[in-house]
């Protein structure tokens, strides 16, 4: 039988593990305070950022943006939150939010008519931090199910350099957010509120849901693919409600807000609630810039299927349209990096390295040009230039497995292996089945003294490459170290 201590105690850790939800009133089972919410928004930041293609550089719509933003903040039921807004440099139609950060990118940001529809996605994304939505999913055990690394995925069957070229190109590390439905419609009922409280008309909220799967449709059309087709387009819609759901929802919640106001636009006597006019205002530049990107990404898809010249074309189609993004160079460094790896003649990487450091004139902290250059020095096997440069870009993505693997390689080069073992464990977390890496670490814990742990990886590497040189040495390494370990 239980004890009553046994059930005392028991109850006792229930009761500390509740917490009142601010948004229902209603205690719940909760682990995660909200110094750790925010200290989890804080540390995922980074990732979020450079895995959605860095900041777009416009201060004044960002400022404007972000001012809209903050009112959705001060009116939320948690006003005191600390909140950073971000646009995100990709052409792929999202916007998230985690406790202290919220973004939308480029490419939902073109597709939307108004103000208003601006608010009831923003809105949406404001309810799941309002509501706690990340600390119940962490409070489960569902981290995994909150975030899913799409770039590991990307890695899979990729050998050596290939690998690492294939982390060059921006949006090849997506993050993705995911939420239960419950959860999702939680945040609609909230996006709906907030918008009445501030006077825009809250039936926005369905035609920004309608430009969504437009702006989706749009994406993937471009893209030659159907939803199903793009990994993580069907895995951001695998937890949301289907449309026509989703819109009879709204529209339900819609009709049961209490009574709210409209505001008039300017000076004038009319309520529409929607300030389609400054929102085109603001948003014209960035349309403009999107235009060139729409050619970049197809010359990003090009270079991923390795049509390195039609990449390149393409790319000077960009260039020619809008010669200021650093994207746009960073791609040229990766297509010039990547036909010297496959030249058999004398290899020169100065091209390479020009391209990456004209996106470092452009944008001084652009995190892929400075894993770009990790890359040509580690080509090179200038490995003592290779190492600032793979710092420069970890410290800017913590989480970046290129620049893991690459500070690991130069560290293993130069015979630093208990330096390389952190990293290059980071980058074998992202790729597993990676042809190279387990080796690596092999070799590393042996010359660290760490028998079982080489034993372990080498093991690894001969199931994955058995017959490569050094999937040989690996095995030639366990006849030796297999009878020590008995």
Not at 68 to 87: A, C, D, G, T, Y
């Amino acid at each position: 039988m239980i004890s009553i201590r046994t059930l005392f105690l028991c109850l006792l850790l229930f009761l500390i593990s509740c917490a009142v939800n601010p948004v229902t009133g209603e205690r719940e089972f909760m682990l995660v305070s909200e110094n750790e919410e925010l200290t989890l928004g804080k540390n995922a930041a980074p990732s979020l950022n450079w895995g959605f293609g860095g900041r777009y550089h416009d201060p004044e719509l960002e400022a404007y943006l972000e001012g809209i933003v903050r009112r959705i903040w001060q009116n939320s039921e948690r006003p005191h939150l600390p909140m950073k807004f971000s646009i995100q440099n990709t052409s792929i139609p999202n916007a998230f939010a985690l406790p202290g950060y919220v973004a939308i990118t480029r490419g939902l940001l073109s597709e939307l008519e108004n103000e208003a529809q601006f608010v009831a996605i923003m809105g949406h994304e404001a309810g799941h931090v309002m509501a706690r939505h990340t600390a119940q999913r962490v409070s489960l055990g569902t981290l995994q199910q909150f975030g899913l690394i799409i770039g590991g995925a990307a890695l899979e069957g990729k050998r050596g350099g290939d690998a690492l070229l294939t982390l060059g190109a921006v949006g090849s590390g997506l993050i993705l957010l995911k939420y239960d439905r419950s959860q999702e419609l939680q945040a609609d009922r909230l996006g709906v509120k907030y918008m009445a409280r501030l006077g825009y008309n809250p039936y926005e909220a369905l035609t920004a849901h309608r430009r969504l799967e437009i702006a989706i449709d749009n994406y993937l059309k471009r893209a030659g693919k159907t939803r199903r087709e793009d990994t993580f387009i069907s895995e951001l819609l695998s937890t949301h409600p289907r449309a026509a759901v989703r819109i009879e929802e709204i529209q339900t919640m819609v009709k049961e807000l209490p009574p709210y106001t409209i505001q008039q636009v300017g000076d004038s006597t009319l309520r529409d609630g929607k300030f389609e006019e400054r929102f085109q205002r603001a948003i014209h530049n960035l349309k403009e810039v999107n235009k060139a990107y729409i050619v970049y990404d197809d010359a990003e898809r090009l270079y991923e299927k390795n049509k390195l010249h039609e990449a390149e074309e393409k790319l000077n189609i960009a260039i020619s349209i809008n010669n200021s993004q650093a994207p746009f160079y960073n791609l040229l460094g990766m297509i010039r990096l990547r036909s010297v790896r496959l030249a058999t003649e004398q290899k020169n990487y100065s091209e390479a390295e020009g391209a990456f450091r004209r996106a470092l004139s452009i944008d001084s902290g652009y995190q892929p040009s400075f894993y770009g250059l990790g890359l040509t020095e580690l080509f090179r096997k200038d490995y003592y230039k290779a190492i600032p440069e793979f710092k420069k870009s970890i410290h800017l993505y913590p989480e970046h497995p290129g620049s893991h693997f690459g500070l690991g390689k130069s560290y293993f080069s130069i015979g630093y292996y208990r330096d390389a073992i952190p990293h290059l464990k980071n980058f074998a977390a992202a790729a597993p089945k990676h042809n190279e890496v387990h080796g690596l670490l092999g070799i590393c814990y042996e010359n660290s003294n760490d028998l079982r742990a080489a034993v372990r990886e080498y093991e690894i590497q001969i199931r994955i490459e058995p017959d490569s040189d050094l999937g040989r040495y690996c095995h030639s390494r366990l006849l030796v170290l297999r009878p020590l370990m008995r």
